[in-house]
């Protein structure tokens, strides 16, 4: 299906610079990444913060161990998308280029992305509790729990942001200084509503950037957004890249039979929609950045503080 996008979109996209790119988990759910609210497994029977804090690593190990190397192994089988794949593209295309993402399945990596920050952190990685040694032995290999480090036999752990942990150092600063000197943000899949990443859309903003939503519904941050385009992304982005960087030099729409239709369009036929509606409402959940667990979680705090703690569980 064709898709319609403004004059404005395309030209600004052209015109561009410098791009930072922000990932959610919508796009990662669109590859199938399993969600917190999936039925059946860890999730059902114990808390967010059990499975997702250092205390609940330290109280139970083999608990939280075995529920990062069901993750892990479940992303073994799992592809990135279309979208992950056009991200990876953009990166190609622009000199100036960041890539921030809020997912921790590795992904946006093997679609070939480079300049990304991960502010989450990412399942791939682990490390000792006790000594900080990071380990290329993973969890999905291990078959004995738990699993130990081999200089000093402590806990392994993910490393991934936990409740009540800081992010990365430097991560957020630098995502800020990108989206503060960017020409153009894109928000791809993300909810709006974990902090403090939702707030750099802002930041583009207020420093005169133009700032696109990719999203299947609007979002927490559509308000802030000068273009909003409704569906998959990995439908919607590859043919953006088509429209932006086809030969012609003009920004004439794309060639399509489709009428015009509204500025924020719903692209998705019927069936399409459906499916995305049911990815969607399990959307804002995958790799456990569930709003329940920001509104419940021990490391809940105000949307308007500008800090790197975490305000989500990994
Ligand atoms: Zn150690």
Not at 77 to 92: F, K, T, V, W
Request: hydrophobic share 40%.
């Amino acid at each position: 299906m064709s898709i319609r996008f403004t004059a404005e979109t395309i030209n600004r996209l052209r015109e561009a610079s410098s791009i930072v790119v922000l990932t959610g988990a919508g796009i990662s759910a669109e590859s199938g990444v399993p969600t917190f609210r999936d039925k059946g497994g860890h999730w059902a029977k114990h808390k967010p913060e059990d499975l997702a804090s250092e205390a609940g690593f330290r109280r139970d190990p083999v608990l939280v161990q075995s529920w990062y190397r069901e993750r892990t192994r479940k992303l073994e089988s799992i592809q990135p998308n279309p979208g992950h794949l056009a991200i990876a593209e953009l990166e190609n295309r622009f000199n100036s280029f960041l890539l921030v993402t809020q997912n921790v399945d590795n992904l946006h990596h093997r679609a070939g992305s480079t300049k990304i920050i991960e502010v989450h952190g990412n399942l791939s990685d682990q490390f000792c509790i006790e000594c900080g040694l990071k380990t290329t032995q993973t969890l999905a290999d291990a078959d004995e729990l738990p699993m130990t480090c081999s200089a000093c036999r402590g806990l392994i752990r993910p490393g991934v942001v936990w409740f009540g942990e800081m992010l990365p150092t430097g991560a957020f600063e630098h995502a800020v200084s990108a989206a503060r000197e960017c020409d153009v943000l894109l928000s791809i899949g993300t909810s709006g509503v974990v902090y403090p990443v939702a707030m750099l859309p802002e930041f583009a903003r207020q420093n005169g950037a133009y700032t696109i939503e990719v999203n299947i519904e609007r979002s927490a941050i559509s308000h802030v957004m000068n273009d909003t385009l409704i569906g998959p992304s990995g439908m919607i982005l590859p043919q953006l890249l088509d429209a932006t960087f086809a030969e012609s030099p003009t920004a004439a729409p794309p060639t399509s039979t489709m009428p015009l239709v509204p500025l924020v369009p719903k692209v998705l036929p019927s069936s399409d929609m459906r499916a995305a509606e049911l990815n969607g409402a399990n959307r804002d959940t995958t790799d456990g950045n569930t709003a329940a667990a920001n509104t419940t979680g021990p490391s809940e705090q105000a949307p308007d503080t500008l800090t790197t703690q975490t305000s989500i569980p990994q």
